[in-house]
Nanobody, 120 residues
Framework: VQLQASGGGLVQAGGSLRLSCAAS????????VGWFRQAPGKEREFVAS????????YYAGSMKGRFTISRDNAKNTVYLQMNSLKPEDTAVYYC??????????????WGQGTLVTVSS
């Protein structure tokens, strides 16, 4: 499975962005997918995950209510809708597949990351 994250960019505080994680490989629709982020000088942190069917989602506490993860298995794509963005959301965002949990080590496949910059 190869993952391609996209949709990052520069946005003002309070704005929105939608990230996409497109995948190749027929098994993608059977895998849970997660989003992580890594800010400069900080460790990678869990953002959200979604199970294979999209029926179950899981969010880190600080993102709950502002971010929404969803998927379209017909398009082999998982999305992360980010609203009410804050400067502290600035980070490189990565998608990963193979787990539903918040531990980065539990994921088997990683995308290359997309940069989100939120200006104040």
């Amino acid at each position: 499975v190869q993952l391609q994250a996209s949709g990052g960019g520069l946005v003002q505080a309070g704005g929105s962005l939608r990230l996409s994680c497109a995948a190749s490989g027929r098994t993608y629709s059977s895998l849970s997918v997660g989003w992580f982020r890594q800010a400069p000088g900080k460790e990678r942190e869990f953002v959200a995950s979604i199970n294979w069917s999209g029926s179950s989602t899981y969010y880190a506490g600080s993102m709950k209510g502002r971010f929404t993860i969803s998927r379209d298995n017909a398009k082999n794509t998982v999305y992360l809708q980010m609203n009410s963005l804050k400067p502290e959301d600035t980070a490189v965002y990565y998608c990963a597949a193979g787990s539903y949990y918040s531990s980065a080590g539990s994921y088997d496949y990683w995308g290359q990351g997309t940069l989100v910059t939120v200006s104040s």
